[in-house]
Antibody, heavy 115, light 109 residues
Framework: EVQLVESGGGLVQPGGSLRLSCAAS????????MKWVRQAPGKGLEWVSY????????YYADSVKGRFTISRDNAKNSLYLQMNSLRAEDTAVYYC????????WGQGTLVTVSS | QAVVTQEPSLTVSPGGTVTLTCGSS?????????SYWFQQKPGQAPRTLIY???KKHSWTPARFSGSLLGGKAALTLSGAQPEDEAEYYC?????????FGGGTKLTVL
């Protein structure tokens, strides 16, 4: 069974940092590009970042460029999102998603940025 | 930066047909935007229905179809069921980061 499980969310102060993880199982993780998508409370979806299967190609939304870093460890079947200089507007549920067709989603992890 | 537009809300009768659209502020939506459609119900993660304009996943009900219509991406639901009541989001790919539309709240009533 294909599974994506996010973790690492929590409460952080403005300006702080957090590292999200997405543990993959049930498929050959190293064969798939991966994305992060977020959703602020009561709001719509926002695309955040992309990483190719090898990790050689990376894209970011303008809203997080320079503050967030996406990475992956194919040996550990894991995707990461390092989030620095966090702002109140980064408060959201963060989802990881698999592949070109967004063929699997995790259940999400909530990040709250507040003092 | 481009803006992706969707109808804020639509209503369809059970068994009826409805088309949701997804437009781009930069001009006509084409196959090059590789449009996607996602369904999200309250408290749940999104579920992908359509990718690359019209391709379906194995779990996509046959009553959903994707297309290009009048310069927009379109999601057509034929034979609406009560369980189709949800928020629907489109996603368009650009040369930079992809962009989501604001979502369409679909009511089956």
């Amino acid at each position: 069974e294909v599974q994506l499980v996010e973790s690492g969310g929590g409460l952080v102060q403005p300006g702080g940092s957090l590292r999200l993880s997405c543990a993959a199982s049930g498929f050959t993780f190293s064969s798939y590009e991966m994305k992060w998508v977020r959703q602020a409370p009561g709001k719509g979806l926002e695309w955040v970042s992309y990483i190719s299967s090898s990790g050689s190609t990376i894209y970011y939304a303008d809203s997080v460029k320079g503050r967030f870093t996406i990475s992956r460890d194919n040996a550990k079947n894991s995707l990461y999102l390092q989030m620095n200089s966090l702002r109140a507007e980064d408060t959201a549920v963060y989802y990881c998603a698999r592949g070109t067709g967004y063929s699997a989603w995790g259940q999400g992890t909530l990040v709250t940025v507040s003092s | 930066q481009a803006v992706v537009t969707q109808e804020p809300s639509l209503t369809v009768s059970p068994g009826g047909t409805v088309t949701l659209t997804c437009g781009s502020s930069t001009g006509a939506v084409t196959s090059g935007h590789y449009s996607y459609w996602f369904q999200q119900k309250p408290g749940q993660a999104p579920r992908t229905l359509i990718y690359d304009t019209s391709k379906k996943h194995s779990w996509t009900p046959a009553r959903f179809s994707g297309s290009l219509l009048g310069g927009k991406a379109a999601l057509t639901l034929s034979g609406a069921q009560p369980e189709d009541e949800a928020e629907y989001y489109c996603l368009l790919s650009y040369s930079g980061a992809p962009l989501f539309g604001g979502g369409t709240k679909l009511t089956v009533l």
